[in-house]
């Protein structure tokens, strides 16, 4: 019994090794896995990412094979569960930040495949890094809330102070002042990626206290459909959130995953990967807007393309001097442009004009 | 501050209380009865979506309102026959029932998230609606919300004026002597957790078609743990629950103002208080326990009770 056992072990061990063996030899499909942090339900930051599945599948067809995990966390979980897909999978993308040392230590004992870590900054040599200049996008929306205000009051629903969060807000409000200067922006941190009750709170308490253009940085539908309730206009975030608010949807922020998948992707197939750190925008394809809405007027909408025109040539920063910081101590001088590390990375103050006392 | 935005916050403190107020008191008589049901955020939550599924699909606000009932009333079914016939220890079971109805909910709800309903509307009611002040503040909710405060009063009616609620409440302060007069303990028990799901599958709901119109996974996001922090609060006592919701559900909606006007409180501070002024209340009522004079919680809570006879 036991002997036969082990002969059975041997014929699968044999037969692995001559699969791997083929494998190396004639284009056997890619494969590559993806770990999500949330559902793909979210319609928002794990939707988008998993748009980018769908378009690598679309373009590879046979030629990839792609399995994927959802709502993986944060924890000791993700390390298993990572070390899973690395023993059957040529790539992995690890698709948030706590995702970061489970990855770096995984990619340790799997030399030969290859991982791709999204929004962090420890590298490996088969670990690459990449993001996108979400801030970008927040730059062109801050001109449309600029003109579309007519209470001068926008609301900002925040989630966490990191940095990612602050440029964002940085962004959206220098714009925001480039067109109209008595713009405010007050902020309300509501402290979760996902909530849509406390979400749809905020929203109302900062409609209440004189807002009439919300933008976000959660991840629900919710603060879209209490705009519409209450007709005021909206922002959508990381996927279009048009459906939601009809009438007061002004645009979404789109993140564009897919080109970068395939090419990563491409890349193992034709064997030319190398570790790489990108932090893709609007120049990269990486960022784009939804279609916006026919609320926003010509002379607005006509701004806004030029605006991402000049994003997608590279010769627009949002983070363009003279600007101070909240204290009026002086940051960039006039026609600087920051570095992106350590000022844009780490950001973690207001820009000057903002009210609002910044978190602790 | 003017006066528009003091109603505004009045509006939103008391709606932001009601999905507390219906999950605490169903689970205030689950608990009176002598049994501790941990699995309100579970059956919360399957409330949001069947409400949701049938509101979409029917666009019949009543109807949408009976399912959620009913699936909570399902959830709790499961609990029911668990705990009372096959005898499981309650906190385990309850912990189960929480995982569980987060997880079908998600697993159930997964095309629902790219959709939105109409939210159910406001009632207006003729002249009263249309009073300056008190017409907003008091008159022009949805009826859920008059719904929610009434079935406090029914509760207390119903537990302290009643023979069954007189009954009920000796069950959960001493199920052997309850059984030993020739009470039906089981069915008592099973009856009130059938209650405890069916006011929390209707708490769950009242997220999903009152305050937000849209599915979201895990949307409950912990108001069924408030909401039984919330029962130790008031102390197993109908009215106290109505004081809790609205300070629980105050802080949430005041600090959101307060950040809006820059006053900054400590947002964990802020998440943590619910779940310290129960601890606070916890002991206060053990201290006061020491001198015999109040002792509310029921004494049966989260015990087995296995029929000898």
Known sequence: MSNRRLTSILKISLLSAVMAFTSNVFADPVKAAFVYVGPIGDMGWTYQHHQGVEYVKSHMGDDVEIEYVESVPEGSDAERIIRTLARKNDIIFTTSFGYMNPTIKVAESFPDVKFEHATGYMRADNVSVYSARFYENRHVIGKIAGHMTNTNIIGYVASFPIPEVIRGINAAFLAARSVNPDVQFKIVWAYTWFDPGKEADAANA??????????????????????????????????????????????SIIDVWGPYYLKRIMDVKNGTWESTDTFGGTEEGMLVLSSMSDQVPENVRSQAERTLLGLSKGLIDPFTGPINKQDGSPWLAAGETPPMFPDVITMDFYVEGIDSKYPD | MNEGLIIAIIIGISVASVPLIFAAIGELVVERSGVLNLGVEGMMIVGALAGFIVEFHTGNSFLAVLAAMLAGMAIAFTFAFLTQILLTNHVATGLALTLFGLGIAAFAGRTYTEVRIELIPATHIPLLSDLPIFGPILFSYNPLVYIAFFMVFLVWWFLFRTKQGLILRAIGDNHDAAHAIGHNVIRYRILAILFGGAMAGIGGAFLSLVQVPIWGEDMTAGRGWIALGLVVFSSWQPFKVILGALIFGGITILQLHAQGFDIRISAQYLSMLPYLTTIIVLVSLRLRDKSKTNRTMPNCLGRIFHSTS
């Open chain 1, 206 to 251: 900062l409609i209440a206290q004189g807002a009439d253009v919300l933008m976000q940085h959660t991840d629900s539908t919710a603060i879209m459909t209490i705009a519409e309730e209450k007709g005021v206009f909206a922002f959508g975030q990381a996927s279009d959130m048009s459906a939601f608010g009809p009438n007061a949807h002004l645009t």
